[in-house]
């Protein structure tokens, strides 16, 4: 995957498009002829950023900015209307909505505040990305190397929410501290966002326990799949499942000679793997 790709799958290309579309919208007015063209066109660029971030907003909230768009670019297009009220409305809610969406979407960008309480063990529910392929040490490895912990590693090449229903099955009874790094295979697999959502209710039904503390890594969503960020977020606040936002995961496979393949983690991805997983779950182990 290209840094466009890790972009748009870490959602960061919300805020990008965000403000090249407040920038546009802002500057369009103010320039004629080819200098109106190219902030148009810089605008409709925001647009198109803005909606294949798939960031999980309502769907009604992706529409609405869209004629919003149109909207404005219309009066914009028209030169007898350049003056007209219809430009400046269109462009003054075009610019709340971008301020708005983004000021929704900045809590889902830093890591959650977890209760500090201690678990004495620590179980993954993953799939090959925690697993591991080759002779690679996973990431788990590399962490119970550096800081001295026993993890139970879980994770299954290949695993999808479905399958992992087997991994949770191996978990004991009682308090525990359970990461789950799964559902990449269902993003890039045939899994429809019912049986997404379906399966991912079943898992944490499964896993939920209140003397348990369970953190997951929010899945990078590629352009269309924002009703699976929508289900993953309704039903880990429904298990009280901590959601580690999905930039720090894109963050790892972005790095240099971070994987093996673009995706499955290298030496190095494991290391980086390993630090991120210590900042976010270190404090909780004995």
Avoid at 35 to 63: E, N, Q
Avoid at 236 to 253: I, M, Q, S
């Amino acid at each position: 995957m290209n840094w466009l790709s890790f972009h748009i799958a870490s959602g960061a290309s919300l805020f990008s498009g965000a403000l090249l579309l407040i920038v546009g919208a802002l500057v369009t007015g103010k320039m004629k002829n080819r200098g109106r063209f190219f902030w148009k066109l810089t605008a409709s660029a925001g647009l198109a950023f803005i909606l294949m971030s798939s960031t999980p907003f309502p769907g009604w909230a992706y529409v609405s900015l869209t004629l919003m768009f149109i909207g404005w670019i219309t009066f914009e297009s028209i030169p007898r209307l350049h003056a007209r009220s219809g430009v400046v409305i269109g462009r003054v809610l075009l610019i709340c909505s971008s301020f708005i969406l983004t000021a929704c979407e900045i809590p889902h960008q830093v890591l959650p505040s977890v209760p500090n309480v201690k678990h004495g063990q620590m179980f993954i529910v993953g799939d090959s990305i925690s697993a591991g392929i080759d002779e690679n040490p996973t990431w788990s490895d590399v962490y119970q190397k550096r800081y001295g912990v026993k993890i139970n590693n879980l994770a299954k090449p290949a695993a999808t929410i479905g399958s992992a229903l087997k991994q949770s099955t191996l978990i004991p009874t009682g308090g525990a501290l359970i990461l789950l790094e799964i559902g990449g295979n269902d993003l890039l697999g045939k899994t429809t966002p019912a049986e997404f959502r379906n399966d991912l209710k079943k898992l944490l039904a499964s896993l939920y326990d209140p003397s348990r503390t369970i953190e997951m890594f929010e899945l990078p969503l590629l352009p269309g799949q924002a009703e699976l960020g929508r289900a993953q977020r309704s039903l880990t606040k429904e298990y009280g499942v901590y959601l580690v936002p999905k930039r720090y995961f894109c963050n790892v496979l972005s790095a240099p000679q971070a994987t093996i393949d673009g995706l499955h983690l290298s030496l190095v991805g494991s290391s980086l793997m390993a630090d991120l997983i210590h900042a976010v779950v270190g404090g909780l182990l004995k």
